[in-house]
Each structure stands twice: as structure tokens, then as C-alpha cells.
């Protein structure tokens, strides 16, 4: 209301304080005063103010019938009774602001916001002018009005209505205008300094004015009610017959009597009547009791004019005028576009921050977040009830990192118990659209932790998309919430608005875009910015997230970046989060692992802020080398995903119980049982984290190794540079000799600086004021290169000796800091090439000597080798980075490793002693599922890379990925595929193109390709040669020089590079396409006379290798050189170095033929003519190369094989089975086969010899311990007459009864008992298909009912039954994938299926009875995992005593279409652990099975060898000890093992032994002389030890040794005399000691083979006799002795030759132990001999190859 006029009666000329335009600050709120202006003119005037003109007033108004209002409580009472009302916003300039306008209610701005003293003066006052107390806080109200409306007066410029705009520049004041003009500019984002200007603003120049006001005069009294009476009126009038204004509202007098003690009546009190013009009038009116009801209120009413007709019409009496409506507009829309945003947010979060407390306050914040954040991170998507944590029980310390956390839907059980509770992500979203917490009601959010909260991300959303009236509101504790403003609260951008109290004292803040607002002390204020860094103590908390949080964004790097869009929200949001991260880690007392952390963010956020090159990335690879990747991943997240699955269903039926607990006490207990449910969960994912700690492992040894052969090159680049410097300033002394006076010249002054300093640290370069264009051009490119320098030097001293963090991490982000965001502004090829002619241009300005051309040339060698050596260290710095990043990264793992096995222990306690401090199991949530949702983004990394390969190969359009689901990303594969061919239509087709293209560049430096420099070109998109083309792919590409006059070698080699960033080629319709990829290196070695080309490797054809590489095009920068450090270029000389030299490329190339009329090219005579202009001597033609068709990648056609015969038509089979008699398949009925597939060829099939190469030298198990392939026509042979023999019997009938409840529509119980007897299963694996085998199974008997229990008795709706006559059926696919076979402890082998075998898809019943073939359909697609489906049989071990790895433990199955056109089914079975996932269902090897074979049962390497070997040799009667260590490099599983012997002893008898026997004359005297040698206890102690066991290349185990032992030996002679007086005795021998090396070397094939008979067949390892050589490494004398020692060696090793060999050739010369295969052979059909194997073989796994039986 407002004051009354100064003149009464006259309804043209209104007298008031108020003016239009007059400006007021609503955040001071509005007096006390129902009948006075409530609001406050503000310190200085915001518009130029008018008076109140009413344009053609009503000066005849009459009163109006009453108007009835109903206000809960006070505050909305006073909003009714003030009738200010404020003019809508319009949001048609950004509907991104979305939603209602606010709301601010006169109620909530009068009451709201004062000091208890100031409240009670209100009330007071109010009371006073309304006429009954409104402080009684249990009274309800209604108000009753009657207005007289004169007429309206509206401020210019609003005449227009509601969406009028006013003219700021004619309606600001001049100070409040430039006031104006000063605010800060922007959309919504604006920091403390620009909101505090905004608040100076309303409090100066106020927020709102008056718009427009209605004249004329109202009546109002107000009645209080208790609750009963008021909810009871309120309820009456909800009927819209009740009226509450116009004709009939007149009857709500009923409702005005007073409340007696009887019961009656309404009221609790009556205010008096008031009116706003206070007309004098009405005070004559009431004080003769004109107006008293004496019928219902007994007192004055405004009713009485209605209830008595004799009473005074107020139309007859009361005429005078007042304001009874203020409209006030929002001073926002003189601020300009670029302000109103700004304006709208401040505006609200201040007014939010005092009134939020008050009745009908609505600010209506909306979120105005550019990112959908569920897309940006869509692969997190949740697995486990939508809050992605494992367990909801509540412990002392809960601190949670997840990607994307949405906080509320976390609902923890015994949140009290909750001391400190901490957040940290990427993206926090609060109450969002998906939250399910979008109404009004509920959005007050308790927060757990009585100690502190904290909330660290760098997205903080609040709200949805819609604004909802009220902010979410985050209650905490007194403590947590004053930690909580103090800088717990902390992230790089926030969206909407927020309000969190203390639950204690009241206090509150409000935070609307990352700003805190705050009302102390009568006043608002902007307090801080939680979009600044957190304290030092919570960063230092929370580094355990922290690193989370780098390595989660690393690995979302590896897909994000693979989009060419720089503007894609998920890059984005990436970048922020990084930069977020590095700034909040900057510290003044930064601790040096923060340090790293925040280097690493940096490096991370440039790699996300380097410039998108142009072109679609296309990988190294083609689009096929993907598929098997994609196929394995596939199956490992199938796997994973059923596991996890089990595990979820777990946690979820254990977090239901968790809600159940009702007592603190037993809370311990329930962290136990929770925590023991996960045990097996966390164990595995232990055991995932050491596989990733060892990953890494091997990642930074091979970087590490990276680093230091990258290094090594740096160095030996930064020799060459300082060589060529040295060299420079020779030439530099000779200049200055030769012409003194010019030496001070400033610009050649400049030059000699650049050419001396340049690549040096700390050379800081400006270019001289008045130097020449080329000069100044210079010195920029020179700055450039000067920066890269340094800072490159910087991070690779860092990191140079790299350990576990960097040497100084702050150098590090001092560098990157320095090379700003976009990285280092590296000088471009043009620049490069320039600066040569920039010196040249420059050195000119002096003499014209021969001094300044040397000058010149070295210093173009000094920009090359700089050149080269800058483009080198940032290779390094890469891989530095690289390097700090997979050490972070080992770190994590092997803490998180650490911590869950630390949980596992501390789970382990009774609960009296848990200590729950040290357990979280709500905050390991998010880095278990981390790892989990790594497998999905490397499925889709490699989806991504597939899709550029197929882009490029058949110039197809990119297929899109939705959703990161495992079934969305499987349907884009399957889009993938269509794609292809849709491709392969083009027409014509791209074939080979018969001549090679000659693409030629003349006059090319030598010095620029030589001295291990590089030649820089491009090779353009319309180059002539080239024009007649279309998707040009090149097959090979050869690089000759011409010029070369001779190098030593007489050949020269050269080294080319294709840069690939980006490239071209032309589509179909001759459109240009932009590409990039990898850079490729290419090799040759070429003759100098001819320059015939010569391969190195030479090959015949390409590769496989090379089939998988994605193909070029010629259209890129190439590089190319001739490395001086190649020894072929040696002595290199150039015909003629001023011509310079032609490089030329020759491509073979592989294109669609489209030429266009402004090329005729003639292809033969082209390479005729090139050839001659490059030699320049008579064309040599060299000899043609093997002619070789290529096809358009995917175009390749296979031989069409015969199309397979498909089974028979199921009702005809159920005729065919039906006839047979069932329990004797022998009453002379006609044998009936499954269809056969085709008879295998003699031309497909291969060898043993050839399956055995295939295998040679690898494993070829994928880490299986055993692969058993069969030809699955005769399995399914096999299956079928098992399916006769067990038909019928019934041992194999299964009885099945299913009951399942439920609730009908109407809410009755309902009952479903399924009763049915299935006959012994037929399986058959489906031929050509490695997905499905197909089952069949005869329903008996069955009986179906279906029940509805209405009033406690059973009512029978539908009731069925089946009998065998029916011939009912069910049939289904099964896939292989669900499909385990089990030998349990019984022998038992069994098929067992997993959950969700069966599919709707692949599933149909014959049976009639629609109802009951449902619901046996729904019983058999609900089959609980692990169902034992089905019995091959027993196998009988009692008499087995073979080895427990060749004794199964279960198996999978699969089907295998080998190239040779042949199907097998393929067992993958576990003997020594359990089974591995899908993903490894296949063998390294496509033809397992030899044409003249029918199976083969392979037994994996290192089995073998570990186990099968040293029982089948034992110790060989020699002590033998064999030990089989892992091969190196063994990731794969797919390395051949081997045996080495560690032990081993052979004694070879070696007697004492007369080695010479002379005579000699001596005079008359004979003399006879003896040589003896002998060994200590006469035999030769031989050690075994290093005999290695391994597989040749025919298959065979071969044993190999060597030695170089050296074998001690005694020499020694006896004499006697002969003479004519007789013989003398011998002389004793005296020994003395020598040695001899001996070299023995021996080899040895031993054939594995297949003994035994029927079922028990084993294997034995055959020895043939060892070739033993023996080598003597004889020496020239040295000694003192009667013989040389050569002559001494000589003779020992004679007999050592007579000796050793025989001993050791025959060395393992027995019968070895044979080895069982029984368990292996027979697991498919244990009861019966179904294969005899016929051979074995090693050629790297144990492999034995049999047929089935007749």
C-alpha cells in the first residue's frame, strides 16, 4: 500500500511520495508499514523520476465485491496486503536463463532477515495497524479486500505492456549511467572484485524502481484462524462454485464468526477494518456502528454492507484515492545485453543469501552449464543401483573419487557416524536432471561428517536444466560447515546455485556461480570464491585423488583426442580439469610430490590444448589388424561383465540388508559382512592391480630405454652442432680479418651474434632498430628457436636421470608455464628454410668477399644440425613425459594394490576390535570401478582407431559411438562392417597400376642431404603426375639420387621419411580429403652406376607384417638423406655440386583410373623418359618383378565353398525321432545322420609337416594348458548316437517343477506352477559357426496352471497339460560363450551354463499351448549361472596315476572354421588353474589339425616342459635336474618354453694309461722311455649341467649341450736301461699336474611317441644316440717338462676322445616313464574310446594327433 493523497476526492490529480521511476534497493527489504511506502528511496536516483499521471481516469469507480485471500502465515499475509508486485523479466535474450521469474515476496523482505529486537518492533507495529497480533505463530489468515480502481500510471516507455524496453539514455540518471557503463561485462561468469561491484551498485543507485502504479482505494480486514478451522475454509473452497471474488464471495461472512467454547464458529480473532486512502470517511462509518454485524462477528465488518442492506454504501461515502498497487521493475534492463546475466545472478545469490529463509522465496537459479556432463562421461556408466558404491555402510573416514559423482544419490546408512567425508571429481553434480531430485520438496541435503566436509572438483553443477525454485540446501554440522567456508569447498567452475547452513548455529551462505554470498550484520556480501585453490593441508589430503584423478584423465585422453574437434565438450572439459588441477597445486610451500603432480597436469592439459591438426587421424595399422584386438576385448568385457554381474547382484541384495540395520551397535558386524561379501571382489581386483603394476613396469623399463637411445642421439647431435659452431666462428675470425672496418656495423654486428650464439642457453637476440626486412625477420624466427631451447632444456635436465619423481619438478612448470597453452611456437619449415637467405640478404648490406660466403654456408649447416638437434629434444621432453606419466601410474597401482590388501586384513577382525577408521568401503567404490571401465575405453580406443583405418580405406563416412555399453559398442562394429560394404561398390574398381609413378626433384643441395641433414618437399595434391588418379595408395615406395659420381662401396644408402601430418588424397568424385597419420620410415640400398633399387629385406612379396600396415598416399612432406654415419656412403662424390643433385621418387601405387582432359599420360614412356633424364645415361632396364594382383582393401575374395546343407525342417525331425521306437535303437529302423558337411579337399588340406611349421618355435595355446581339437562332423556323430542310446532311459529324463509368485493388476496374489519332464538333450554344434551349439530337447509330460487367490481362496484361471503324444519340443542356439564344461570331484564331466544362456532370439517351442510355451521359455531364460545342463559322462581314474596338469578341471567350448575349410570343435581346458575368459578362445594357429588327421591334442609349452619332461626323463640314471624358466617378453603367452638342466653327472672311466713308449741309443746302452697320464680317481667327472631341451623345426624335442671345461690331468714317465750286464727296473713315475680345455658339444632327437591302446594311451619320449664331439683347445708349450705341453695336451686328449664320447652317446640310453593322456583324450565321451592318437610332436607345444575310431 502507499500513503494517501493530499487531496481527496480528486482521482485526476494524486498527491504521494512515490513518483514514477523513483529507485529503491530491495536487498534492504521493506518497512513495517501496511498503510505507508515499505520500501526506501535509495541514497541517490537511478532514473530521471516523474509524477503520477493518470491518463483518463475513472472518477465514477465503484467498489468492488471482496476479494478473499488465504495466507498460511504471516509473511504471506503481509505479501497479499502490501500489493507490491514486480514486473516480469523477459527471457527471449537467453533462454538458457530459463524457468520463472524470481520471486521475492513483500512478506519474506519485511520479516525475513532482522534481529529479534527488530522483529518484535515489526510485529508490533503491524499488529497495531492490522488490529490483531500476527506473532501467534499457530494462526492462520485470510484477507478480505474491496478496491476501487481509478486508474493506472505507468513510466514512459513501459506503455508498450510488459515487454516495453525504456530508453536508458532518456531515463538514467548521468552518475547512475556511467555507474552503468562501469559494471563488468560477460555472460555469467564474473569474479569477487566484478560482484562487488554490482552490490556498490544496488546500494547507491538502488536494484528496482517504480514502473507503474495503480490509483484508487481499498478495503481490507483481516480474520486469524487455527489450523482446523483454516485447513477446513480452505478445503471448503477448493469447490470452484465457492467464490472468492466478484457476486457469492459476499458469503464468506459465515466464516468470519468467532470461535466459542461450544465448539462453534471459526475465527480466533478479528483485525479491525482498514483503508488505504484513510479516508476519514470510514472512521465516521465505524464510530457510529454503521457497519457492526451483529450476526456473525459481533463487532465492525467488511461484510456488513452485504449482511444488513440498510448499512452505508462505501460507494456513497468513500471517494478518496491512494496507491494500492506498486509495480517495480528490476533497474536490469537499462544494463545492456552483456550485463544482464551478470546482473540477473548477483542479484538473486545476494537476495537468496538474506531471505532464504522467507515464505515463498523462490530465486529460481538455473544451470546454466555448457556441458552435458552424463555424456561427456557416459562411459561411467553404473553398474551398481546408481551410486556407484559398493557398500552404503557408513565408517568414520568416507572419502570418495569417482569421474562423475551425482551427490545426491548417496544415501549412506548411520551417516552420523561419519567424522570426515570428503569428495573429489571431475564433474560433482547435485540433485541433477537424472538425480530423480528435481521437485521443490526434499531439496534440503544432509551431509555427512561431523568433523569436516569436503567437496573438490573442477565442475560443480547444481540443479538440472529446468530452474526449480529453490536451491538445493547442504546441511552440516557447526564445525564441518565453518571448514566448509573456509576453503573445504573448492572447484574450477561452478554452475547454479547452492545454499548450505550450519545445522547448529543457523549461519548460512549461498553460493551462485562459484561466488559466496553472505548476510552478517545487516548486510550482504560477497565473502569469497570457491573457484580459487584449496589450503595447502586439504591438497596434501587428498593426493591420493589427486592421482586418481591425473590417470583417469590420462586414459580418457587416449580416446577424446582421437576427435578432431577442438570445440568437442568432452576435450574440453578434460583441458579445464587439468589446468584446474595444475593451478590448485601451485603452492608457495608446495611439497615436491605435489610438485610432480602438478608438472604432470600441465604437460597433460597442453598435450589437450595442442592445435588439432587438419585431417582425419588414420593409425598405423588397417582396419582389419584391429579386428582380432576388438574380437578379444570383446570377449574378456563379456567375461568380465558376467563376473561382475554375479558380484553386483551380490552387492546389491547385501546393500538392501544394509538399509535394514535399525541399530548403531550392530554396525561393526555389518562392515564385517558387507566386507567379507566383498573379499573375492577385491582380491580380484588386487590381483588386476599387480598385472597393471607390472604393465607399467614394463612400459617405463621400455621408456627408459626409449629415453636413453633418444638421448644418446641428442648427444651426438649436440657434438655435431658444437663441431659446426667451432666452425662458424673460423669462418666468422676470417670475415673480421678480412674486413676490420665493417666489424662494428650493427648489423652485421647482429649477424655474427645469431651465428655464434644461436642454440646456446640464455642467447636473448634483439634485432638492431633500423635493421633490414630480412633481419627483423630473422630475429623473430631466432627468438622462436632461442625459447625452445631453453625451455626444452629445462624439462629434459629434469628428467634426464629419472627416478621415481623428477629431479625438480618446479623447473619443469617454470618451462611449460613459459611455453603457454598452446605449447612451444616452434619456428615453421618455411622459417626454417628462410633463415639461410635471410643471413645471406643481411651479410650483403657489407663487402662482397669470398670470407662472407663462407660465412653464409656455415651457418646453413649450423640451422640444419640446430634444426635437427631442437626437433630431437622435443622427441625427448615427449618421452619424458610420457615416462613421468607411467611412473605416476605404477605408483598408483601399487598403492591401491597395498591398500585393498591392507583392507582384506583389517576386514578380518571380530567386530569388538574393528578398527573402522582405517576401512572406507564407500570411498574405494569409484577406484574399483576406475579400473573396471579402463577395459571399455580401450575397447572403444581401438573401435575409434578402426573406424579412421576404414574412413581411409574405403572413404567411408565416420560411424559414431553413442554410449560407452558394451552392446552399443558392438553395435557400432556391426555399423562398421555395413559401412565396408557399402564401400566396395565403387566403380570402377581401384586396381594396380602396371608402371611405377616418377615423381623427380632437381637441383636439390648435396650439403642439404648429406652430413646427416635432411631435404624438406612436398609432393602437392595436383602434381601432374598423379592427376589421372583417384585413392591413391602407395605399395611401395623407392628413393635414388642422381649425381652421384662414386662412393667408396660403390652403392649408397639412403634413409627417406613421409611425414603424414597432415596428407591428402582424392575421393571418388575427385574431392580432396585431408588426413593425418604416424610418419612412416623408409630404407634402401642402391647401386651408384645403375641405381637399380635393392630391398633390404629383399623379399619376394610383402609381409604380413606389411599387409597390415595402413597403406599412404604420395600427397604429404617427405623427407630424405644420406646419413653420413651409413658406412655405404662413405667417400660419397657428386657429379657436379653447383647443379646440385635429383632426388627422385619412384612409387608403385595402388588407385582408381579416372583421368581428366587435361592430363594424357602415357605411363611407359613417362618411366622411359625419367629414367634417362635421372641417369643420364641410356636407359637400363632391370629385371621386371614378379607380378602380383592387388584388390581394393576388403575386396579380396576367398574360394566360394559349397553351401553347406542346412538341417531339416524341425516338425519333419520330430516325424523322423517320433518313429523310432524309443528304448531299442537295433529293430532294423534305418540309421538316421545329421546332414555332413562337404568332403575336405586335397588341394585345402595340409600336411602334418605344414600344420607342425605353423607351430614351430611359439606356443600357440594363448595361455591354455590344453587346446583338444576335433572334426566336429564326427562329434556331433558321436553326440547323435549317444542321444540314441540315452533316449528315453530314465537315469537321463529330467523332472523340472518351477513355482513363481506374483500380484495381478488388481493387486491379487497370483501362482504360476510349471510341472514338466524333458527326455535326454541332443546337441549339435552348428557347423561353420563359432558362436552357437544348438539344443533339443522332447517335453514328456507336462503341466501348467495359473492361479489368482482372491478373498483367501484359490480361483484356477488357466490350467494346461502335455503329454508325450503331443510331441512338444523346445529347441534353442546356445551360445558358446555360456557354455563351461566341469569334472567334479566325482569324475563327473558335465555342460554347465552360465546366466542368460539362452536367448528369446535363438529359442522356440513346439508346443501349442501359447501360455505354457511362455512360461517355459521364461523358465529356461532365467536358468541360474552355473546350471548343470548336461552329462557326457564319468571318467573312470581310479587306475589313472597320471600327472594333475594333464588331469582337467574344466573347459569351454568352441568351433573352429580353419582356412582349409574344415570345422572343428575346439576344447580350451584348465588343468593347473581356472578357466580364462572368452576373450582367449583361440590358438596363435588357424589349421591345428592335419589334413590325415582327425583331431590333436595340444598341450601347452611350458606344461610340457614344467611338468610333462622331467617326470617322462627323470634323472636319466644321472642325477638329471631340469628347470624351466618363463620366456623373456612373454606377455603374449605365446613364447616357446624350454628345459635347461641345472644338475647332472657322468663319471667316464679313465685308467692310468701309458700314452708313449720309446727307445733310444745311448752307446752301448738302451734306453726305454714311458709317458704316462692319469686323472684323480681315475674317471673324468663330466658335468650335465646346461643341457637344453627345445623344439627344431621338424617337430622334434631336441636336447643339445656344450661345454668348455677345464680337466686337470697328471703327467709323468718311467725309464729303464738295457746293457749287456742286463735290465734295469723301471724308475718310479713322478707326476706332475697340466690341464686341457675340452669343447664337448652333443646333440640329440628325441622323438615323443604315442603308446598304448583304446582309452589308455600315454606318451613316451624315445632317445636316439647322441652325436658327441669333443674339441681340444690345444696351447702352444708352456712348462717346464720332459715333452711340451702341446705334445703333452696332444696325448691326453687322445685318449680323452677314446674315452668320453661312447660314454656319453649312449648317456640316456633306457626305457623313459611314460606320461598318461587318459583324463585329456576322453573328456568329451568318457565311457566309450571315441579317438586314437597316433603321434606325437613338439615343435613348441606338445602336440599329438589322432582319428576317430570306426
Known sequence: MSNMTKKPRLAADVDTSITLGQSTNLLIGYQADAYGAPFQPSPKPALIEAPIDIKDPDVDARWSYPIITFHKNNEDLLTELYQIKLR?????????????????????????????????????????????????????????????????????????????????????QPEAHDAIDNLVKGDTD???????????????????????????????????????????????????NNHTSGPGSEAFAIFTAPKNDLGYGYTAAIGTIGIASRDPELDNILAKGLWKDDTYTETDSIFTPYISPDSVNANDVLKMTAVILTELASVEIFSGYDRKKIWRRVFAGAMYAKYAGGSGVAPYFSNNCPYDLDEVFKDCNDPLDGDGLLSTLATPTVAMWQELIDFSDIKLQFPELVQDFSIFANALQILSASSGGETDSGRTIQVPGL?????????????????????????????????????????????????????????????????????????????????????????????????????????????????????????????????????????????????????????????????????????????????????????????????????????????????????????????????????????????????????????????????????????????????????????????????????????????????????????????????????????????????????????????????????????????????????LDMPTALEWDEMEVQMEATLATGPDISEKNDVSAAFAVLVLRGKNLIQCQDTVQQICADLSGAEQQLELAKMQEERLEDLKVDLSAKPEDLDVANIDLVG??????????????????????????????????????????????????????????????????????????????????????????????????????????????????????????STNSGKYYTELYFDGVPFYDRGFDREMLTFQTTSRFYTGLQNVDTSSHEYIPKRAKPTDFDNKISNITPFSTWRVSLPSTAPSNEGIVFDDDSRGVTVRLVFYIYAQLKETKYVNANDARNWQRSRQLLLRRPYMERNKAKKETATMPGGSRKKQRPYMQQMKDVKQKVAMLRGRKRKSSCQGTEKHHLPSARALSASDAMSTAEVLGLMSGKSVCSGWDVVFSMTAEQVNEQLRLQYEDREGQPEFLREIKYTEEGVSPDGYPTFLTLDFTLDCPLLQFNLNNSDYCRVFMYVLSGHYKYTMEIEGNPITIT????????????????????????????????????????????????????????????FFMNLPDGYEFYKLGTLDLSDFSGLPSLTPSAFKFNVLHTPSDRDLLQLFIATTGELKPNTHLYMSVDEPVPGEYESSLIVNSKIFYREVLPIAVGDGGIGLVLNSPEPADNEGEDKE??????????????????????????????????????????????????????????????????????????????????????????????YHDHSLVVKITMNSIMPLNVIGEGQDQSIQIVFNESDVKCDGNIEPPSGMCEASDHDLQVLFFGKFEAYVPGQLKNIFQQQFQTVSLFALKNILFPGKNLIDLNQGYCPGDMVAFGKFTE
Open 451 to 823: 568433523s569436516t566436509v569436503t567437496f573438490l572438483s573442477y565442475i560443480i553443477s547444481v540443479g538440472g536444466s529446468t530452474a526449480c525454485a529453490e536451491p538445493p540446501n547442504l546441511k552440516l554440522s557447526d564445525a564441518a560447515y565453518n571448514e566448509f567456508k573456509a576453503g573445504r569447498l573448492s572447484c574450477g567452475e561452478f554452475y547454479g546455485g547452492l545454499r548450505a547452513c550450519s545445522t547448529d548455529s543457523g549461519e548460512s551462505f549461498v553460493v551462485m556461480n562459484g561466488l559466496v554470498f553472505e548476510y552478517q550484520e545487516g548486510k550482504v556480501s560477497v565473502v569469497k570464491d570457491v573457484r580459487s585453490s584449496p589450503p595447502d593441508n586439504i591438497k596434501e589430503e587428498r593426493i591420493t585423488d589427486i592421482q586418481f584423478g591425473l590417470c583417469a584423465a590420462a586414459a580418457r585422453l587416449n580416446y577424446v583426442l582421437q576427435s578432431n574437434d577442438k570445440d568437442n565438450p568432452a576435450r574440453k572439459v578434460m583441458q579445464g580439469f587439468l589446468l584446474w588441477l595444475a593451478d590448485i597445486l601451485s603452492s608457495e610451500n608446495q611439497s615436491q610430490e605435489l610438485c610432480a603432480l602438478q608438472a604432470r597436469a600441465i604437460y597433460l592439459a597442453k598435450v589437450t590444448a595442442s592445435p588439432c591438426n587438419a585431417g582425419v587421424p588414420i593409425p598405423y595399422l588397417k582396419y582389419d589388424a584391429y579386428k582380432d584386438v576388438v574380437t578379444n576385448v570383446q570377449n574378456v568385457l563379456e567375461t568380465a561383465s558376467l563376473k561382475l554381474t554375479d558380484f553386483q547382484n551380490q552387492i546389491r541384495a547385501r546393500k538392501a540388508e544394509e538399509r535394514e540395520i535399525e541399530r548403531q551397535d550392530e554396525i561393526n558386524q555389518n562392515i564385517i559382512n558387507s566386507g567379507k561379501l566383498l573379499e573375492e571382489y577385491i582380491s580380484a581386483q588386487a590381483d588386476y592391480q599387480k598385472d597393471i603394476a607390472a604393465m607399467y613396469s614394463q612400459i617405463i623399463d621400455d621408456k627408459k630405454k626409449e629415453l636413453d637411445q633418444a638421448l644418446s642421439q641428442m648427444d651426438e647431435m649436440n657434438a655435431k652442432l658444437s663441431e659446426q659452431r667451432t666452425v662458424v666462428e673460423d669462418s666468422i675470425e676470417r670475415y673480421k680479418e678480412a674486413v676490420k672496418e665493417w666489424v662494428n656495423e650493427q648489423m652485421i654486428k647482429a649477424c655474427f651474434d645469431i651465428c655464434i650464439s644461436l642454440f646456446t642457453l640464455g642467447f636473448a637476440f634483439i634485432t638492431p632498430s633500423g635493421s633490414i626486412e630480412a633481419l627483423e625477420s630473422l630475429g623473430r624466427t631466432v627468438q622462436k628457436i632461442q625459447k625452445a631451447v631453453d625451455i626444452l632444456d629445462a624439462v629434459i635436465k629434469t628428467y634426464k636421470k629419472f627416478e621415481e619423481l623428477p629431479d625438480d619438478p618446479q623447473q619443469v612448470i617454470d618451462a611449460l608455464d613459459a611455453a603457454g597453452l598452446d605449447g
Open 1359 to 1418: 490350467s494346461y497339460d502335455i503329454e508325450a503324444s503331443d510331441e512338444s519340443y523346445i529347441q534353442g542356439d546356445v551360445a558358446l560363450a555360456s557354455m563351461e564344461g566341469h569334472i567334479d570331484s566325482q569324475h563327473d564331466v558335465t555342460v554347465n551354463l552360465r546366466e542368460g544362456a539362452f536367448s528369446p532370439k535363438n529359442f522356440e517351442t513346439g508346443i501349442d499351448l501359447i501360455e505354457f510355451a511362455a512360461a517355459l521359455q521364461a
Open 924 to 1045: 574405494l567404490s569409484g577406484q574399483l570401478i576406475f579400473f573396471q571401465r579402463q577395459m571399455l575405453m580401450t575397447l572403444a580406443n581401438t573401435i575409434v582407431l578402426q573406424d579412421r583405418a576404414l574412413q581411409y580405406e574405403y572413404l567411408r563416412p565416420p560411424t559414431p559411438i553413442g554410449s560407452f555399453t558394451l552392446l552399443n559398442l558392438q553395435q557400432t562394429i556391426l555399423k562398421q562392417s555395413m559401412s565396408i560394404n557399402d564401400g566396395l561398390n565403387v566403380q570402377p574398381t581401384p586396381s594396380e597400376v602396371k608402371f611405377p609413378i616418377i615423381y623427380e626433384v632437381h637441383g636439390v643441395k648435396a650439403e642439404s642431404i648429406t652430413n646427416n641433414n635432411w631435404y624438406n618437399f612436398d609432393i602437392a595434391l595436383n602434381k601432374r603426375e598423379f592427376m589421372s588418379y583417384n585413392y591413391v595408395r602407395v605399395t611401395g615406395v623407392e628413393v635414388e639420387i642422381g649425381g652421384i659420381s
Open 190 to 240: 564474473i569474479d569477487i572484485c566484478g560482484a562487488k561491484g554490482y552490490l556498490e551498485f544496488y546500494e547507491t543507485f538502488g536494484s528496482h524502481f517504480v514502473s507503474s502504479v495503480n490509483i484508487g482505494d481499498c478495503l481490507f480486514q483481516v480474520f486469524a484462524y487455527n489450523e482446523t478451522e483454516y485447513e477446513r475454509i480452505v478445503k471448503a473452497y477448493e469447490n470452484p
Open 88 to 172: 516480469p523479466v523477459t527471457y527471449e535474450d537467453s533462454p538458457s536463463e530459463g524457468g520463472a521469474a524470481a520471486k521475492w515476496p513483500a512478506g519474506a523482505l519485511t520479516l525475513t532477515g532482522l534481529t529479534d529486537e527488530a522483529l518484535q518492533q515489526a510485529f508490533q507495529d503491524l499488529s497495531s495497524q492490522i488490529g490483531l497480533d500476527i506473532s501467534t505463530p499457530e494462526w492462520s489468515y485470510a484477507l478480505v479486500r474491496r478496491t476501487r480502481l481509478v486508474g493506472t500510471a505507468t513510466y514512459k516507455g513501459f506503455e508498450a505492456g510488459v515487454f516495453g524496453n525504456p530508453n536508458p539514455d532518456s531515463s538514467l
Open 1537 to 1630: 618354453w624350454g628345459a635347461t638342466s641345472t644338475a647332472g653327472l657322468i663319471n667316464v672311466p679313465f685308467p692310468e694309461t701309458c700314452v708313449s713308449d720309446e727307445w733310444f741309443n745311448s752307446g752301448n746302452t738302451q734306453n726305454h722311455l714311458q709317458s704316462w697320464v692319469k686323472v684323480e680317481g681315475d674317471q673324468i667327472p663330466i658335468s650335465l649341467a646346461n643341457m637344453v631341451f627345445k623344439s627344431d623345426a621338424n617337430g622334434q624335442l631336441h636336447m643339445t649341450y656344450e661345454s668348455n671345461d677345464n680337466y686337470i690331468f697328471k703327467y709323468g714317465t718311467r725309464s729303464q736301461s738295457m746293457t749287456i750286464f742286463g735290465t734295469s727296473d723301471w724308475t718310479s713315475i713322478g
